[in-house]
């Protein structure tokens, strides 16, 4: 895939200093900028189009959820991978229907937050083991009812395998179909579930039963 270019959104300078150290040893990463607000993380991300932004959810300015939604709205094709002290199902639900690609906690080893970096740049979804835990739960809860489903059987069957974090690549491999032909449906999944990232259209088809993990 190549570099990796990487926006630390944190109002921490602590957080951010370790942060970034640890991610600068790796050969494929370059930190592109740092900032400490949802205002500026906004401005820098038109500026400066960062493949991934790590985006801390308690900064100073708008609410993290705005915060994700303007940065999607600047640049679609940037993956925000959430970095948060809170496991709260308002704080992980919230996020990743608003597109977030993963949600990582912040007692995540820094081996593993440059795991989940890569993971979200190559398009796959990274969650906490809390958090992945948290949205199973909700998915298999006795109070959702199944809803029936507006895909097409090859599409849900694309969003199934999109649920086991398999990329495009991998996709078209297991159904022996082109590439491109993935990208069709999985913009078609897009349209249909009104959602604007692999996360978010993985997390709605949990909640609907439409898929397992």
């Known amino acids: 895939m190549g570099v990796i270019r990487i926006l630390l959104a944190d109002d921490h300078p602590v957080v951010r200093e370790g942060i970034r150290n640890r991610l600068a040893r790796e050969d494929d990463f370059i930190i592109t900028g740092e900032t400490a607000n949802g205002e500026d993380t906004i401005r820098q991300t038109r500026r400066l189009r960062p493949g991934v932004v790590l985006l801390d959810v308690a900064m100073p300015g708008p609410g993290a959820v705005p915060v994700l939604e ?3 709205r600047a640049d679609p094709s940037v993956k925000v991978l959430v970095l948060s002290a809170f496991d709260d199902d308002e704080y992980i639900f919230g996020m990743l229907e608003a597109g977030a690609a993963g949600y990582a906690l912040k ?7 440059a795991e989940a970096v890569r993971a979200v740049a190559h398009g796959e979804t990274w969650l906490s083991p809390r958090v992945a835990a948290k949205v199973t739960h909700r998915a298999m809860g006795k109070n959702l009812e199944t809803e029936d489903t507006p895909l097409t059987e090859r599409e849900q069957e694309v969003l199934q395998l999109m649920a086991q974090g398999k ?3 991998d996709i078209a491999a297991e159904l022996v179909i082109a590439e491109r032909t993935v990208k069709f449906h999985v913009s078609n999944i897009y ?3 009104e959602v604007a990232s692999r996360t978010a259209a993985v997390v709605k ?5 439409w898929v397992k993990i």
């Open 70 to 72: 303007a940065l999607r």
């Open 167 to 169: 990329d495009n690549n």
């Open 191 to 193: 349209s249909k579930l």
């Open 107 to 113: 007692d995540e080893r820094l081996s593993t937050i």
């Open 205 to 209: 088809a949990l909640r609907r039963k």
